[in-house]
């Protein structure tokens, strides 16, 4: 339905803004994807071709690639009971926390060079080279290993990539194994320094010790101090030395006692468990602690294998050196009994005999008393703390050979059967996505670059002429006649139905309806002479009298196309007065008229642009309805733009996707509106089957929708 109401400007009476029905859609904010879609549709082909080349050369990297084979073995992150003794005496816990930084810090120790020269001493990988080959041999196994944490678990991964299968799992296996080797070894060696430390400390706070107590006692020789006492009255003095002498000799008799008892237990056949003193040892508590998890061992090792399997051997080994070492415990308590009855003895014969002599001492050692005191606490001091370092020392001796590693191999890597790398699978896709990418990229350069006309846009926007018509690429539309015979056997084809448009849009351009219409083109091989032959034979088939005139006297197209050039009279002669317009004219089908040139003439240029043209199409509007004059291409020939102004109108032609823009700009201007009557512009050769793809506004992008109206 043609709508041809006016908007009217208010103010402005009779003057039409726009023509509801030609006017641009308005900017919607609707999303329409129809014009990517049909920009993929028009470069279907090169984007496949592009996709192809990247597949393909994705397929010959995975092919011509080193395959790369990766086995991978897990081991887990376990806390330790280790527990070991800063240097100022005070234990710590040794228990690291699994966090996520001390995670990757085991991972940061597989992938050192460190455990890469381990692993490489290992596997004997390094025997008979040299510097530069060894470097480049612990490089090679730092770059290939990987390691990592497995989700949020403490198991950590280990990997290793190599040319071979069984090479990738022998080694990955040997970073696990030297990882597990590391934790035991790191323990011993913090112990070893704990222990060299405290050792070094030990002997500084013994000596120190010593010191302290060897002027505590210089002192009171010095000073004569035999009581510690503040008392200055003599009475007191002997008092407190008759008391000590008292405890004293009690004291004697309860070492001699405990020794007596100590003695009596043994000869009875006791193995000294029930020794009172050996009772409260704490060095014999923690080795009864030792001897009952050992043998617990034991009889859970005898259970389970024979009285010769080495664990049970090692075991029970463990059990009796523990054993002994109790042993030798109870004999230093015995021998400590006897020490202590002794110190009491010479204690209570010394006391006793200095008895009077301290009476008369202790009146002298009062004044000396304060120095006493500061000595006393100085030495009490040392003796603490070389005590507690002496405690922390035997715990880190009985504890040294029994470090347990704080990570264990939970699986060790299998021989791998395939290839982790190249990953054909993912070649294909990345080739697949770059070809997508790089097949797009291409299309849009090529859609840049292409400089043909391809929508009725082009014409109206950057030439400024009018769109006539589109005219079909016979092979888009019919599979059956060729050439100009296809508008006899189809009538109703849409190849046919084109030049009928063609026509129409011609005769809406003109004032008055055209009789003399002349078609050109900018170059050669743009379809002019088909198009002119297809245009007449259509209007003659109308029942119009209609009169093809071959005036292209450079190629002769139509004398060619329809098999005239052999005839031995045409157009020149007519105008040259040799022949009469009857003798020239040839019937075609249908009652069409054709006018030939049958032979070259010297003076074709002057006679088709001078007077006696003019004058002979004065006579052949008298004849016929419509006359077609087939033009020479603008652009080669001048004698074209005198022969159009002759016409009473001029279609240009250009080939669809061919002919350029400026091109047609350059035809145009030698075509002046102001001496050539021109209608406008139409494409030819046209690709329905593509066409589509360009243009909304062409009423061609619709053909799929309105085909079936064509025979």
Not at 647 to 665: E, F, K, N, Y
Request: hydrophobic share 40%; with cysteine.
């Amino acid at each position: 339905m043609n709508v041809s109401q006016q908007i009217m400007q208010p103010g402005m009476p009779g003057r039409a803004l726009v023509e509801v029905g030609d006017q641009l859609p308005a900017q919607t904010d609707r999303v329409d994807i129809s014009k990517s879609i049909s920009f993929l549709q028009r470069h279907f082909w090169l984007i496949a071709a592009v996709i192809a080349a990247c597949m393909l050369a994705g397929a010959l990297l995975s092919v011509l690639s080193d395959k790369t084979y990766t086995a991978t073995a897990v081991t887990s992150l376990e806390t330790s009971n280790e527990e070991l003794v800063s240097t100022d005496g005070q234990q710590s816990g040794s228990t690291p926390d699994l966090s996520a930084a001390f995670i990757e810090t085991q991972v940061e120790i597989i992938t050192s060079r460190e455990m890469a020269s381990r692993v490489a001493e290992s596997l004997d990988m390094l025997e008979g080279t040299d510097a530069p080959e060894r470097r480049e041999i612990i490089d090679t196994l730092q770059d290939n290993v990987e390691a990592g944490r497995t989700g949020e678990s403490y198991a950590l991964s280990i990997s290793y990539g190599a040319e071979t299968p069984e090479e990738a799992a022998r080694i990955a296996n040997e970073f696990a194994r030297q990882f597990t080797l590391w934790n035991v070894l790191a323990t011993q060696s913090r112990a070893g320094e704990a222990m060299g430390t405290i050792s070094e400390r030990l002997e500084e706070l013994r000596a120190q010790a010593q010191n302290d107590t060897a002027s505590l006692q210089s002192y009171r020789i010095a000073n004569d101090l035999l009581s510690t006492s503040g008392s200055s009255l003599t009475e007191q003095e002997i008092s407190s030395y008759n008391q000590e002498v008292t405890r004293a000799r009690a004291a004697a008799s309860e070492a001699q006692a405990r020794l007596n008892t100590a003695t009596a237990q043994l000869r009875s056949g006791s193995s000294g468990e029930d020794v009172g003193a050996a009772l409260g040892s704490g060095v014999i508590g923690s080795l009864r602690s030792q001897e009952s998890t050992l043998a617990g061992q034991v009889a859970n090792l005898s259970s389970r294998y024979g009285p010769n399997h080495p664990e049970l051997v090692r075991t029970r080994g463990e059990l009796e050196e523990v054993r002994q070492r109790i042993q030798a415990e109870i004999n230093r308590v015995i021998s400590n009994l006897k020490a202590e009855r002794d110190v009491a003895n010479q204690r209570l014969a010394s006391l006793t005999g200095s008895l009077g002599a301290a009476q008369a001492k202790l009146s002298r050692s009062n004044s000396a008393m304060v120095g006493l005191s500061e000595l006393e606490r100085k030495a009490e001091a040392s003796q603490g703390l070389y005590e507690a370092y002496l405690s922390s020392y035997k715990q880190l001796l009985a504890s040294e050979g029994t470090e347990t590693p704080n990570a264990r191999i939970i699986t060790l890597a299998e021989i791998p059967t395939e290839p982790s790398a190249p990953n054909t699978m993912l070649n294909m896709a990345l080739s697949l996505v770059l070809g997508v990418g790089l097949g797009v990229f291409a299309a849009m350069i090529a859609d840049a670059t292409s400089k043909g006309i391809s929508s009725p846009e082009q014409i109206e926007q950057e030439l400024g002429q009018n769109y006539l018509a589109s005219i079909p690429l016979l092979q888009s539309v019919s599979k059956g006649a060729t050439g100009v015979g296809a508008v006899l056997e189809e009538p109703r084809s849409p190849f046919t139905e084109a030049f009928r448009s063609l026509m129409i849009a011609v005769e809406q351009q003109c004032d008055t309806p055209p009789q003399v219409i002349a078609i050109t083109s900018t170059l050669p091989r743009e379809g002019k002479t088909v198009t002119s032959t297809c245009l007449a034979q259509m209007l003659a088939m109308q029942g119009h009298p209609t009169l093809l005139v071959d005036c292209d006297y450079v190629k002769r197209g139509v004398s060619r196309l329809l098999n005239l050039s052999d005839e031995t009279q045409g157009l020149l002669d007519v105008l040259s007065g040799k022949a009469t317009l009857a003798e020239a004219i040839r019937q075609g089908s249908e009652g069409l008229a054709i006018l030939p040139i049958v032979s070259t003439n010297e003076r074709a240029e002057s006679l088709m642009s001078g007077p006696e043209f003019e004058e002979f199409l004065t006579a052949l509007r008298q004849g016929f309805k419509y006359v077609i004059l087939d033009l020479p291409p603008v652009l080669p020939i001048a004698a074209t733009r005198s022969i159009a102004q002759y016409a009473d109108t001029t279609i240009m032609l250009a080939r669809w996707r061919s002919t350029t823009v400026p091109a047609v700009q350059a035809a145009l201007r030698q075509l002046p509106r102001g001496r050539v009557s021109r209608a406008g512009i139409a494409l030819t050769q046209v690709d329905l089957r593509k066409r589509g793809l360009f243009s909304k506004r062409d009423p061609n992008f619709y053909y799929k929708e309105y085909r079936e109206y064509y025979a």
